[in-house]
């Protein structure tokens, strides 16, 4: 029997969370669901964007399905993110970003990348201060043990494509040391793989070019933290934008699925959320944390036929109902 | 009467910069020239990079032209990249990198963006350091200083452009202080030159997919600089790529232009490097630190005209020479 810990969040997460984990059960007969809060309307009531009992909740499934939250646009005291304190105290140490182009959909076919973007460090440690009042410095910590982490995820994720290259991104060229360091440490954990030979490198700024200019030439990134989050953010365009990319936090024995859209507080309460990258997060919890690729394809299929029904209408005329009985009725 | 500092460098640098310089000489009669060196090739014969006799020759013309310097593939002892010398010891804060479709050239119409990349501090400040054999440590400056001379610079250039936005590019949900201080004192300044309507915000994330999607709604971006390295590599995408990406180098009274691409040793010698992104780094000298608006005009239509008359054939039909006849013919 397994678990899941849900968090719809704020805004359209209330409401695209629901139908992957309708999506879920339908996959699952014996999942049990574990309802969780988290968000910016949870520090309203709570005084803390994630209560400990929704860590507990986590620990306790070892798998979750997170929305999205809401952020105060200037910064209010207390106040931190709700997913980056999830990623951080839960020991989520890889972000897993795939990004496919969609029959019907997009203008490109031939894509299918992975990006494996290192989730606990770099410049999102917390460490910033003022030095005077008129500099600010902020740290980017790289170390030797999550830089193996993600390489070793990388090295059992490369085993299971059938087309199989590891670019590794970085910018070593003006940060020799931390850069370095992260590329040299994958480098050694890809080598006692066995997979030297289809391991590449990549500056940051030639990478973001190049998956602009020829995104099919790539299939497994793997980067450090915010460089992860600029390039999937932009490559997510050949899978048809931020409304259609899943991502997946993932720890030791743990991860938390979470579409990676916003709240989108304009159409919250709308009806017309568009749930499908929450359906496909949740379709990465099945292939990779829960290793169940029957059921991961049986929703990928049912997500490529709703797409290829739609062709490339406006995402706008359909409902998220809507898109729930056509999925469901897809499995 | 004007003087120019070149510096071909390495590889094809030393190929293109004689066409910018004699494409410069056209429209400036009475261009005074020197030449000084600097790169991988001066290294090994001089032990340095960037000799002072070069940073001398820069301060005496006050502009330069580079061309491209090759580095090590691993890091050599006493090697630092030439171009970021040139930037920190000539104190070039601000790097101007445009990018404009070209008739017959790019598949997009209507793109004409300028980003304006703060250019001697964030992480490249080269304070990097082994907290530990395991744990890497690179530093993030931000200065109020610095931030306030991009915003000055882009408050100048904003009056001068038709269309009028500004967008500020940072990463502040997750790097309050250090992105906090680079947009608030941006924001002051441009508030002082009575902008405060045109400015608008981005995340650097969100900011990388959008000038995938729908470049056209950008027109002056004013970044940090690796935002500024990764976006600007990203853009020069709808102008015709890296081989049609100018840049300039600029500080208070000294300017120095700089094609984006590299020496690019695999075609070196042949005869067919593209010399377009030096020459249109030459225009960036004439518009913004010289002020001669016509020449730069004519510049840039003599650089329209002929891509107009290459159409979409590939660079590879052409040699440097005849881009160079062809150019000196339109002038
Ligand atoms: C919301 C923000 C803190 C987050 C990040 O920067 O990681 C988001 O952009 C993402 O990619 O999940
Ligand atoms: C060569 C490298 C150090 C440089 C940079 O990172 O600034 C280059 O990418 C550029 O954009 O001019």
Redesign the interface.
């Known amino acids: 029997m397994r678990r899941l810990c849900v968090i719809p969040g704020d805004g359209i997460g209330q409401e695209v969370v629901p139908v992957a984990v309708r999506v879920l059960e339908r996959l699952l007969p014996d999942l049990q669901v574990t309802e969780a809060e988290a968000g910016w309307d949870c520090f309203q009531r709570l005084g803390q964007s994630v209560p400990e009992a929704t860590l507990q909740a986590m620990r306790d499934c070892g798998a979750g399905l997170f929305g999205a939250v809401s952020?105060p646009s200037n910064?209010v005291a207390g106040y931190r993110?709700a997913i980056?304190t999830l990623r951080q105290q839960l020991a989520l140490g890889v972000n897993l970003r795939p990004v496919r182009s969609w029959p019907g959909l997009s203008d490109r076919s031939g894509v299918d990348l992975l990006i494996l973007r290192e989730n606990s460090e770099g410049?999102?440690v917390g460490k910033?201060?003022?030095?005077t009042?008129?500099?600010?410095?902020?740290?980017?910590?790289?170390?030797?043990?999550a830089s193996e982490h993600i390489a070793q995820r990388a090295s059992e994720i490369a085993k299971l494509r059938t087309s199989r290259r590891i670019t590794l991104v970085h910018?070593a060229?003006?940060?020799?040391?931390?850069c370095?360091?992260f590329r040299d440490s994958c480098r050694k954990v890809l080598d006692a793989h066995g997979l030297s030979a289809l391991v590449d490198e990549r500056l940051?700024?030639?990478a973001?070019?190049q998956?602009?200019?020829r995104p099919e030439e790539f299939d497994l990134i793997v980067t450090t933290n915010?460089f992860g989050?600029?390039?999937?953010?932009?490559a997510?365009?050949w899978g048809g934008?931020?409304g259609l990319a899943p991502s997946l936090n993932w720890g030791q024995g743990i991860a938390l699925a979470e579409p990676v859209h916003g709240s989108a507080p304009d159409i919250a309460g709308s009806g017309r959320a568009n749930p499908l990258a929450a359906v496909l997060s949740a379709g990465l919890l099945l292939r990779y944390h829960w290793q169940l690729i029957e059921q991961a394809d049986r929703l990928d299929r049912a997500v490529e036929g709703l797409l290829r029904s739609m062709g490339k209408a406006d995402w706008g005329k359909h409902t998220t109902r809507r898109a729930e009985q056509e999925l469901i009725a897809r499995l």
Chains 1, 2 share one sequence.
């Open positions: 952020s910064a993110s980056l410049l999102y910033e201060h003022m030095a009042a008129d500099l600010a410095i902020a740290e980017c910590h790289i170390s030797r043990q910018k060229n003006v940060l020799p040391l931390t370095g360091l940051v700024d030639v973001a070019l998956l602009v200019e915010l989050d600029v390039l999937s953010d932009l997510s365009h934008g931020l």
